[in-house]
């Protein structure tokens, strides 16, 4: 476009950017800002008096250390197992209180969102509790008194992903059941003259017609698992025998335990670079001209 | 034309200098308006001014201790702030990166890292004669790096973790077991066993013990874990301080012990690789097990749960030293905390900076620390601090346990922080059974010699 044109339309234009702009100025400050500060120290041998430029050095110490392989395994685990899951269980939940009468609707959507809103320190204390070795709720009701579920690296992880599961997805369900509702009715009156049955309308027509919101529940669901922290901080510190390390717990600790921020920063693009890549992909396997 | 520039420039630059030196000294006469932040983990200290029926919050001593330091120097503003534990020492790592430490610290973990990157003040020219001769040696060497001295001593020990350990004579008379006597309340390893096989019980006939001796945890419990690798005579690094040593034979005894109390001997309860040090205070206040970890700080803690509705009984616990075999003798952690002071621009703050550090650590202040039932970091405050007190006879258990102190983690100069994860993972693969003790420790020591001493 030549340069005069672009001038005319960027001018045509002048409103939408000036609403723009706070926007713009927030995710500059709050994303672009400090993606950039992170690339900046990746490459120091960064202290809070003086720093150092190392180059890639960061970044070769990150690629060859086996912590921080095992920590990007864990994160797939833990994303393989949670994203799923979360999925299937919003779905369900949605498909079933969908057809419910609104207040009832509303009621349920409520009661399964109220996770979603509360602490994920209080919800892990819970948890905690729950999966404790010597008078936890789960080894009463199982009669298996002191079996440690995170201190076993067969069970760790798969009850990091239980709790998640359970408590999580609130969001999601709200989402899907906005999805579900804004599907024409026309669709289904006709399906159901052809004489489709409920499941079958539901697998021909609700779940095609959902594909852009599920599309988009994949993807921050993803990203959301790639950046676990909180959980593995309060409930595992990583352990055991580094089974629930998670990148997000190693960047903390190289950063704030360790004082390895230009380290910390490197794994930190790493990350960055493996999430970007995870979102493009689904976009480009899944994403879908679906209108209606 | 450059050069006669320069040349007054000089001049300039010596008589600046020569009047600079005739100035009086770093001014404590300035009296001009400085502010002081402090920060400070939850120390639950009673001041003078508090009602003695009153239970005393983390908010009460720096509050108290502020004010009377701003009586003494008005033109000076103490801002304290009280950190919570959880999440301590990664606020202070922000404020460092951030460029906005406080002025005083009262850190939790001493960094050694923070003297590397010349972040502290030394402290050793604002200590007088009387302080070298006070302060127990160890005490200052917990701040010691290269030549200088950055840390003022203030507590002695860390709660008695690693140290003493926690009776409850109610379930040692329950059992018929005798106490330890007095005034040592020291024990053979022969005779702690027999008093753990009879504190270990089954109650309810299904085979799998109710109540234990003693509790075994994996994550967070550092000194307790390493305090039962010392008395087998292991040692965590070589006396030189170049290596991890932890995989000697006596380690793998040691471990092999550890592992057997829970799995073989039965006298501590499964789960020690899922549980945290707080799960074992809490099986020691829920009188589930009848030793637990810690000095006279923790028998303050029955009372102060009793009154927060955490636990429901009141019941009496003495401090006992861990159990020793004869041919190695007692062992206990020797450790101390206090306080540093972040560098300073302005000679002027310096100076009230360390005078607030020196009014907070002086005897008559330090001595506030009996009413969390703490040993203070001098010697002069010691004696007699607790001469008839309630608690008189824990203390003097305690004091005599800390005679046979060692520095657990080597010198002061090595930081073992990097290889503390691998430790705790040690611990997971051997409770769990996951490794033997010997494949365990050699991972570890594999590991944490990495980390630690070859570095990147």
Same mark, same amino acid.
């Given at each position: 476009?030549?340069?005069?044109?672009?001038?005319r339309r960027?001018?045509?234009?002048r409103?939408?950017y000036? #609403?723009?702009?706070?926007?713009?100025?927030?995710?500059?400050?709050? #994303?672009?800002?400090?993606?950039?500060?992170?690339?900046?120290?990746?490459?120091?041998?960064y202290?809070?008096?003086?720093s150092q430029?190392?180059g890639?050095?960061n970044y070769?110490?990150?690629?060859?250390?086996?912590?921080?392989?095992?920590?990007?395994a864990?994160?797939?685990?833990?994303?393989?197992?949670?994203?799923?899951?979360?999925?299937?269980?919003?779905l369900?939940?949605?498909?079933?209180?969908?057809? #419910?009468?609104k207040?009832?609707?509303?009621?349920?959507k +409520?009661?399964?969102?109220?996770?979603?809103?509360?602490?994920?320190?209080?919800?892990?204390?819970i948890?905690?509790w729950?999966?404790?070795?010597p008078?936890?709720?789960l080894?009463?009701?199982?009669?298996?008194p002191?079996?440690?579920?995170?201190?076993?690296t067969?069970t760790?992880?798969?009850?990091?992903?239980?709790?998640?599961?359970?408590?999580?997805?609130?969001?999601t369900i709200?989402?899907i059941?906005?999805?579900?509702?804004?599907?024409?009715?026309?669709?289904?009156?006709?399906?159901?003259?052809?004489?489709?049955?409920?499941?079958?309308?539901?697998?021909?027509?609700t779940?095609?017609?959902?594909?852009?919101?599920?599309?988009?529940?994949?993807?921050?669901?993803?990203?959301?698992?790639?950046?676990?922290?909180t959980?593995?901080?309060?409930? $595992?510190?990583?352990?055991?025998?580094?089974?629930?390390i $998670?990148?997000?717990?190693?960047?903390?600790?190289?950063?704030?335990?360790?004082? =390895?921020f230009?380290?910390?920063?490197?794994?930190?693009?790493?990350?960055?670079?493996?999430?970007?890549?995870?979102a493009?992909?689904?976009?480009?396997?899944?994403?879908?001209?679906?209108?209606? | 034309?450059?050069?006669?520039?320069?040349?007054?420039?000089?001049?300039?630059?010596?008589?600046?200098?020569?009047?600079?030196?005739?100035?009086?000294?770093?001014?404590?006469?300035?009296?001009?308006?400085? +502010?002081?932040?402090?920060?400070i983990?939850?120390?639950?200290?009673?001041p003078?001014?508090?009602?003695?029926?009153?239970?005393?919050?983390a908010?009460?001593?720096p &509050?108290?201790?502020?004010?009377?330091?701003m009586? &003494?120097?008005?033109?000076?503003?103490?801002?304290?702030?009280v950190?919570?534990?959880?999440?301590?020492?990664?606020k202070?790592?922000?404020?460092?990166?951030?460029?906005?430490?406080?002025?005083?610290?009262?850190p939790?973990?001493?960094?050694?890292e923070w003297?590397?990157?010349?972040?502290?003040?030394?402290i050793?020219?604002?200590?007088?004669?009387?302080?070298?001769e006070?302060?127990?040696?160890?005490?200052?060497?917990?701040?010691?790096?290269?030549?200088?001295?950055?840390?003022f001593?203030?507590?002695?020990?860390?709660?008695?973790?690693?140290?003493?350990?926690?009776?409850?004579?109610?379930?040692? @008379?329950q059992?018929g077991?005798?106490?330890p006597?007095?005034?040592?309340?020291?024990?053979?390893?022969? =005779?702690?066993?027999?008093?753990?096989?009879?504190?270990s019980?089954d109650?309810?006939?299904?085979?799998?013990?109710?109540?234990?001796?003693?509790?075994?945890?994996?994550?967070?419990?550092l000194?307790?874990?390493?305090a039962w690798?010392?008395?087998?005579?292991a040692?965590?690094v070589?006396?030189?301080?170049?290596r991890?040593?932890?995989?000697?034979?006596e380690?793998?005894?040691?471990?092999?012990?550890?592992?057997?109390?829970i799995?073989?001997?039965r006298?501590?309860?499964?789960?020690?690789?899922?549980?945290?040090i707080?799960?074992?205070?809490?099986?020691?206040?829920?009188?589930?097990?009848?030793?637990?970890?810690?000095?006279?700080?923790?028998?303050?803690?029955?009372?102060?749960?009793?009154?927060?509705?955490?636990i429901?009984?009141?019941?009496?616990?003495?401090?006992?030293?861990?159990?020793?075999?004869?041919?190695?003798?007692?062992?206990?952690?020797? +450790?101390s905390?206090?306080?540093?002071?972040?560098?300073?621009?302005?000679?002027?703050?310096?100076?009230?900076?360390?005078?607030?550090?020196?009014f907070?650590?002086?005897?008559?202040?330090?001595k506030?620390?009996?009413?969390l039932?703490?040993? +203070?970091a001098?010697?002069?405050?010691?004696?007699?601090?607790?001469?008839?007190?309630?608690?008189?006879?824990e203390?003097?258990?305690?004091l005599?346990?800390?005679?046979?102190?060692i520095?657990?983690?080597?010198?002061?100069?090595?930081?073992?922080?990097?290889?503390d994860?691998?430790f705790?993972?040690?611990?997971?693969?051997?409770?769990?059974?996951?490794?033997?003790?010997?494949? @365990?420790?050699?991972?570890?020591v594999?590991?944490?010699?990495?980390?630690?001493? &070859?570095?990147?």
């Amino acid at each position: 476009m030549p340069a005069r044109a672009l001038a005319r339309r960027l001018y045509q234009d002048r409103w939408a950017y000036l #609403f723009l702009l706070p926007s713009l100025g927030f995710f500059a400050v709050f #994303f672009l800002v400090p993606v950039a500060w992170g690339a900046v120290l990746s490459v120091l041998d960064y202290r809070p008096l003086s720093s150092q430029w190392v180059g890639l050095d960061n970044y070769r110490y990150v690629l060859t250390d086996w912590l921080f392989w095992r920590s990007l395994a864990n994160n797939l685990y833990y994303a393989a197992g949670v994203v799923p899951l979360w999925l299937g269980k919003a779905l369900f939940v949605a498909a079933v209180i969908f057809p #419910f009468r609104k207040p009832l609707q509303n009621l349920y959507k +409520t009661a399964f969102y109220l996770p979603h809103v509360t602490s994920a320190v209080i919800i892990s204390m819970i948890w905690l509790w729950i999966y404790n070795p010597p008078f936890g709720l789960l080894n009463y009701l199982l009669k298996t008194p002191g079996f440690a579920w995170l201190g076993n690296t067969l069970t760790a992880m798969p009850a990091l992903i239980l709790m998640q599961v359970i408590m999580g997805g609130g969001s999601t369900i709200v989402l899907i059941s906005a999805a579900m509702g804004s599907i024409p009715g026309d669709y289904y009156e006709a399906a159901e003259i052809d004489g489709a049955t409920k499941v079958q309308q539901f697998v021909r027509i609700t779940l095609p017609l959902l594909k852009p919101t599920m599309l988009y529940l994949l993807v921050m669901g993803t990203i959301s698992s790639f950046q676990v922290f909180t959980n593995v901080y309060l409930m $595992t510190r990583g352990g055991p025998q580094f089974s629930t390390i $998670t990148i997000g717990y190693l960047i903390y600790e190289t950063a704030f335990t360790f004082y =390895e921020f230009g380290t910390a920063s490197a794994m930190a693009m790493v990350l960055f670079a493996i999430v970007f890549a995870v979102a493009l992909v689904q976009f480009r396997w899944l994403a879908t001209d679906v209108e209606y | 034309m450059r050069s006669t520039r320069r040349l007054v420039c000089l001049a300039c630059g010596v008589l600046l200098g020569l009047l600079g030196t005739l100035q009086p000294g770093p001014a404590l006469a300035e009296e001009r308006p400085i +502010t002081i932040t402090w920060w400070i983990n939850p120390w639950r200290i009673a001041p003078p001014d508090l009602q003695p029926d009153q239970a005393p919050t983390a908010e009460d001593f720096p &509050r108290w201790i502020s004010q009377e330091f701003m009586k &003494r120097h008005p033109n000076v503003t103490v801002r304290y702030e009280v950190l919570t534990n959880q999440g301590f020492d990664q606020k202070v790592a922000a404020a460092i990166l951030a460029g906005n430490p406080p002025d005083v610290l009262r850190p939790i973990n001493f960094r050694q890292e923070w003297v590397r990157q010349g972040l502290l003040e030394p402290i050793d020219p604002y200590l007088t004669p009387f302080d070298w001769e006070d302060f127990y040696d160890y005490a200052l060497d917990e701040g010691k790096v290269g030549d200088h001295y950055y840390l003022f001593p203030w507590n002695n020990s860390n709660n008695g973790m690693g140290s003493t350990l926690l009776l409850n004579p109610r379930m040692f @008379a329950q059992r018929g077991v005798a106490l330890p006597p007095l005034p040592d309340r020291a024990w053979t390893m022969d =005779e702690f066993m027999e008093a753990a096989r009879k504190l270990s019980y089954d109650t309810n006939g299904d085979g799998v013990n109710d109540y234990y001796a003693l509790a075994m945890s994996a994550r967070m419990d550092l000194m307790n874990n390493l305090a039962w690798f010392h008395i087998f005579g292991a040692r965590y690094v070589d006396e030189q301080q170049r290596r991890f040593v932890l995989n000697s034979p006596e380690g793998v005894r040691a471990l092999t012990w550890m592992v057997d109390a829970i799995h073989k001997e039965r006298i501590a309860p499964p789960g020690a690789e899922g549980m945290g040090i707080y799960d074992v205070i809490n099986l020691f206040h829920q009188q589930r097990i009848a030793i637990g970890y810690g000095g006279p700080y923790e028998i303050g803690r029955i009372d102060r749960y009793l009154k927060e509705g955490r636990i429901q009984e009141k019941f009496p616990a003495h401090v006992a030293q861990f159990p020793h075999f004869p041919e190695i003798g007692p062992v206990a952690y020797h +450790t101390s905390g206090g306080f540093v002071v972040f560098k300073q621009a302005d000679p002027y703050k310096r100076e009230m900076v360390m005078e607030f550090v020196r009014f907070l650590t002086n005897p008559e202040n330090m001595k506030l620390l009996r009413s969390l039932l703490y040993v +203070t970091a001098r010697k002069s405050v010691n004696e007699g601090l607790y001469e008839g007190y309630e608690f008189e006879d824990e203390i003097d258990v305690y004091l005599r346990a800390i005679e046979h102190g060692i520095p657990y983690f080597g010198s002061a100069e090595l930081d073992t922080t990097p290889a503390d994860n691998h430790f705790i993972a040690m611990l997971e693969a051997a409770f769990s059974r996951n490794r033997t003790p010997r494949q @365990a420790l050699d991972e570890f020591v594999a590991q944490a010699n990495r980390l630690v001493f &070859r570095g990147r």
